[in-house]
């Protein structure tokens, strides 16, 4: 089984769409769980860290279920910038090292 | 803008050649951190550096590479006999911390290419 599993989708929507995607982990000792975006050959960006008890930033909102190993996140409003792969990451507690899911693409369209 | 610049951005070398990946932080980072990126694939956790030593490394990471922090500032790895198999985005990202817990800045990355 994978460490970091993600649906790559492409999900297609327009704009002004809400778009949400899962990603699972394996790990049940990982202690920090990230989304990252990446653009077409660029380096990935940090988009959010995401917190037991769920969290927003402006039209993005990351959830965890520890119990069910899955970490989500949903886009409202969806923009033409917001085309793009988001890489889940995942890290445990005694380990330095990020790992990472395939990435899922978004593709929002005008 | 990212905090850290990598260079070459781009370098094209013959099988066997040796190359050299440079990273440089602009504040005073501890960890230090290179993944890779396979195009097509998932980034992948090449090493990573604290104190002028490995603390882990991959199994990606066999004899061929190593890594240096040659004058307290630049952050380089390198590849002494490249393969085909190598081509692919290099990213260093360091980190004040651990970084487990806040995520990482990466570089803009090395896009190496193996002919």
């Known amino acids: 089984r994978k460490e970091v599993e993600q649906d790559p989708g492409p999900f297609n929507v327009p704009e002004g769409a809400t778009v949400a995607f899962n990603c699972t982990y394996s790990?049940?000792?990982?202690?920090?769980f990230f989304w990252y975006r990446q653009d077409c050959r660029k380096e990935p960006k940090l988009l959010m860290s995401?917190?037991?008890s769920g969290n927003e930033d402006g039209r993005f909102t990351a959830q965890l279920n520890r119990a069910s190993q899955y970490i989500s996140l949903l886009i409202r409003d969806s923009k033409l910038s917001d085309s793009a792969t988001y890489l889940c990451?995942?890290?445990?507690?005694?380990?330095?090292?990020?790992?990472f899911g395939a990435g899922t693409t978004v593709t929002v369209r005008a | 803008e990212p905090e850290v610049t990598q260079t070459p951005s781009h370098q094209v070398t013959q099988m066997g050649q040796e190359v050299i990946l440079r990273c440089v932080p602009i504040s005073n980072h501890l960890y230090f951190y290179w993944y890779r990126q396979i195009l097509g694939q998932k980034v992948e956790f090449l090493v990573s550096?604290?104190?002028?030593?490995?603390?882990?490394k991959s199994e990606i990471f066999d004899d061929q590479f190593s890594v240096e922090r040659p004058d307290g500032s630049n952050f380089t790895l390198k590849i002494r006999s490249t393969k085909l198999e190598d081509s692919a985005m290099y990213f260093c990202a360091p980190s004040l911390g651990g970084g487990y817990n806040y995520g990482y800045t990466f570089g803009s990355g090395t896009r190496l290419t193996v002919v």
């Open positions: 790990n049940s000792a990982s202690q920090s």
């Open positions: 995401v917190y037991s």
């Open positions: 550096f604290y104190n002028n030593e490995i603390s882990e």
């Open positions: 990451v995942v890290t445990s507690f005694n380990d330095y090292k990020l790992s």
